[in-house]
Each structure stands twice: as structure tokens, then as C-alpha cells.
């Protein structure tokens, strides 16, 4: 559910008029988040999310790192200009 919201907020901010970029056909355009559907991190591969960091105290996975120091998984996004999905670790 969460991932969900994540990609659907992604979408919003990168095109936010349906009118930006997409990757594939125009009838069935994949956005920035959808492209790149369950990599999370760096050697991603279908049902591995690649390397992520994990927290010591809770043993959760993460790759970013926010304000107070909470900690987010964050999908990765479409680079138009590597073709390829960029993530943050």
C-alpha cells in the first residue's frame, strides 16, 4: 500500500499535467516509477531489491535517510538520460 502511494506521488511530481515523460508506447506509457518496479537499490533483479542498507537496532532495510534521522525505502526512478533506473544506494 505504501509503495503504492510512494509511486502514484512520484508520478504526480514528475508529471504532474500527463503530459512528461514516459517510457514506451503512448497507449500504455509506463512513468518515471513504473519503469522500474521493484529495484530499490544497486543489482536489483526480479524478486531481489537489490543492496540495501539495514538498520542495526530494528533490522530493517532502508536506502534513504531523512530529517531525525528516519529512515525510508524509496524506489527507484527512470533516468531519461542513462536509460536506466537510478537508485539511491
Not at 509511486?7 to 504526480?12: C, F, H, P
Not at 497507449?27 to 518496479?37: F, G, N, S
Not at 533490522?59 to 530529517?67: I, L, R, T, W
Amino acid at each position: 500500500m505504501i509503495i503504492n502511494i510512494a509511486t502514484v506521488l512520484a508520478g504526480t511530481m514528475t508529471n504532474p499535467f500527463d503530459g512528461g515523460y514516459f517510457q514506451g508506447l503512448a497507449m500504455a506509457p509506463l512513468e518515471v516509477v513504473t519503469a522500474c518496479t521493484g529495484i530499490f537499490g544497486s543489482g536489483a533483479y526480479p524478486g531481489y531489491p537489490g543492496s540495501l542498507l539495514v538498520d542495526k537496532r530494528t533490522n530493517v532495510s532502508y536506502n534513504a535517510q531523512g530529517e531525525m534521522g528516519r529512515k525510508y525505502l524509496l524506489p527507484a526512478m527512470w533516468d531519461p538520460h542513462t536509460s536506466t533506473c537510478k537508485t539511491l544506494v
